[in-house]
């Protein structure tokens, strides 16, 4: 029979999605972010008719948290299971899924799909340019200009200069890219040095 994944259900239940989360996030039980106290006898799940889902107290600092301090879904009232939904649909589109769509699916503002789909993408970036290369390895270099190269009319916008960006490319064969934007254009001497 054929069954969908988003009938999983930590992307319909908001106390699964807490569970899916706090499992992955906190592999030998949870740990509190101000402090970093790990000992579960001195953090206790608070359970209140009135209480948040998913809140704890840690008795070191005397602070709540839950788990989603410290990550995207901070500051967010979404609720996590829509949040799951989501990060799933970005990471199963091949081509990703504008803002536009997240607003029609989630029947939300247009800033709430924007501030979501942002956090996601941030949280998926790769990070620093990390090194590439190494023994046998093959990286290539190159860069290009984004903008006005010279005076000639076709740069020019509305009888000014348009602008100017360059940008510049590290590609790994089979590995890696790196990518950034430089203030000026580089020569074969400012690559080496």
Known sequence: MVKSILNAPHFQNENAAFAYIE???????????QCGNTDVTRIHKLAGKTTRL???????????????????????????????????????SKKGIATRQIQRMLSCSMKTAWFLSHRIREAMKSGDLALLGGPGQIVEIDETVIGKIDGSPKNVIGGRSSFRNVAFALVQRGGSVGTFHVGKRLTYQTICD
Not at 68 to 88: A, K, Y
């Open 54 to 92: 998913g809140l704890r107290k840690c008795y070191e600092c005397g602070k709540h948290f839950t788990v989603r301090i410290g990550t995207i879904f901070e500051s967010s009232h979404l609720p996590l299971h829509l949040w799951l939904q989501i990060i799933h649909l970005m990471c199963a």
């Open 23 to 33: 499992a992955r996030l906190w592999h030998s039980g949870p740990s509190c972010p």
